[in-house]
């Protein structure tokens, strides 16, 4: 059934998918999660301070966040820093910011705020004991939080982390609204150059599929190793 | 001689609920006061407000001339110079025994790694467990655990000690080894306040018993009279129920 189909048309533009395409998709991918997860925690920390005023914005960005639609997020978002750079650094004409910028800004604001629920789980599944424990030891807040409670937190979330980032993987194919040229989006590319669709989308889902069950498979291998001993 | 740690007047409420009534007591340096009463009677909240855990409303405690209520106290500086023991160890379960009690002395008190891994040694050999030093808490029993927690608290060089029920979620077999490393400390001249059940380590070491029944101090007597000639009906009933076998 595949007798029509070219399938050397793939092999002759791995290096632009891969080089191009993909090295875009995976540092998209590892950049938007370490700035995720930092914001996360940060927003996290925040929502669970008992302080109102850092509270209710947090929360409000969170829900905001969750609220709406990614593709939208990063059309709109595209459009918008430019003005807002502009507004910030009160230059003449809208800041240029480049495709990459924005989709690092996009993903990273976006993701963070689904890692800082994550995160505030894994804080909450710390026993109350080992936060007066530490204090009793004399440790102030940011020591409590860095060296006792984060660590485990931390610890406790990694594979429900490393879940969402394989989500967040398959997400970043949603910059083809600005664009840009990841790994989706140079399948596509060159599949519409050259009449070649199914091959190329079919050999696309493939690598889609490879990359992100042999990525969950190695979340449970790491789950087992990383599992504090209790 | 001034007391090292000064209960004046202490109330607290959870909400609506008062769960220290008036409560006043002094412990001096290097005494050693077992407070006990039934479940539910304050013991635990009136040691966690000693060392500033848990706020109070009403009254005054001071540790060592510094008051803990008093919010321009520092409150973990002042924790620092306090060992606490918990029920439940508390142990940090992610890191090594070793890195247990090298992290606080590290982090808090500023110690280099060398002089902080020296002392972690010495305490950790003081409670019997050298060979265990880079094992993880979750690999210990309970009774381990547990002496690593009170060297963890010893390794702050502290003024005093507070146990929270230190053997009640113990192993009846593993009571003891706990109990023998407390009373090393006691005979060390230890200021020690121990909310505890075990009325053997009381009579042992203990200079003083507070007695508490629904967050009122009914009884603060020496250990001898307490045990012999209780003065109220409740300490007298409490007795009887727990040393009747």
């Known amino acids: 059934m595949f007798a029509h189909f070219d399938f050397g048309e793939i092999v002759r533009s791995l290096p632009y998918l891969f080089y191009t395409g993909m090295t875009f998709t995976l540092l998209l991918t590892a950049l938007a999660t370490f700035i995720g997860i930092v914001v996360g925690t940060l927003l ?29 997020m990063i059309f709109w978002f595209y459009f918008l820093v430019p003005y807002i750079g502009q507004w910030v650094t009160f230059s003449a004409q809208p800041l240029q910011v480049g495709a990459f910028a924005s989709s690092l800004v996009t993903f990273s604001l976006f993701e963070a705020a689904f890692f800082c629920e994550i995160m505030r789980a894994g804080i909450q599944s710390i026993p109350r004991g080992q936060v007066a424990a530490a204090q ?79 990525a969950s498979r190695a979340v449970q291998v790491l789950q087992r190793r990383t599992a504090i001993i209790r | 001689m001034s007391a090292m740690i000064d209960i004046a007047g202490l109330s607290k409420w959870y909400g609506a609920t008062q769960v220290l009534k008036d409560c006043s007591a002094a412990i001096a340096t290097a005494e050693v006061v077992v407070v006990c009463g039934p479940s539910g009677s304050g013991k635990s909240t009136l040691l966690k407000c000693v060392n500033g855990l848990e706020p109070f409303q009403q009254g005054r405690i001071s540790v060592d001339g510094v008051s803990v209520g008093d919010p321009k106290t520092n409150l973990p500086r002042l924790r620092a110079r306090i060992g606490m023991v918990f029920q439940h160890f508390e142990l940090f379960p992610h890191l090594s025994v070793r890195r247990n009690l090298t992290l606080p ?8 790694a060398d002089e902080a891994n020296a002392k972690a040694l010495r305490l950790l050999e003081r409670v019997g467990l050298s060979a265990y030093a880079d094992k993880f808490p979750g690999e210990l029993s309970g009774g381990q655990q547990q002496r690593v927690a009170i060297a963890r608290s010893l390794a702050m060089d502290p003024i005093a000690m507070l ?46 018993v507070v007695f508490m029944d629904k967050g009122e101090i009914v009884e603060n007597a020496p250990t001898a009279d307490f045990f012999e000639n209780p003065g109220s009906e409740r300490a007298r009933l409490f007795l009887s129920k727990i040393l009747q076998h």
Request: glycine share 4%; aromatic share 10%.
């Open chain 1, 44 to 72: 996290a920390l925040m929502r669970l301070s008992g302080i109102s005023f850092l509270t209710v914005p947090a929360a409000a960005y969170v829900n905001l966040m969750r609220s709406v639609p990614f593709v939208l």
């Open chain 1, 136 to 214: 009793a030891l004399g440790m102030t807040y940011p020591m409590v939080m860095g060296y006792v409670v984060l660590p485990q937190a931390f610890r406790n979330m990694v594979p429900v982390l490393l879940t969402q980032t394989i989500v967040l993987f398959q997400d970043t194919s949603l910059v083809y609204v600005i664009s840009v040229t990841d790994f989706l989006g140079a399948a596509s590319k060159v599949a519409e150059r050259d009449g070649r669709l199914v091959e190329m989308y079919t050999f696309a889902a493939c690598v889609y599929f490879v990359i992100s069950f042999a």
């Open chain 2, 105 to 112: 002395q590290i982090k808090v008190l500023r110690r280099s």
């Open chain 2, 163 to 208: 146990f929270d029920e230190p053997t009640s979620a113990l192993d009846p077999e593993m009571i003891q080894e706990v109990l023998d490393v407390m009373v090393g400390l006691a005979r060390d001249g230890m200021t020690m306040i121990v909310v505890t059940h075990e009325m053997g380590f009381a009579r042992k070491v203990a200079h003083r």
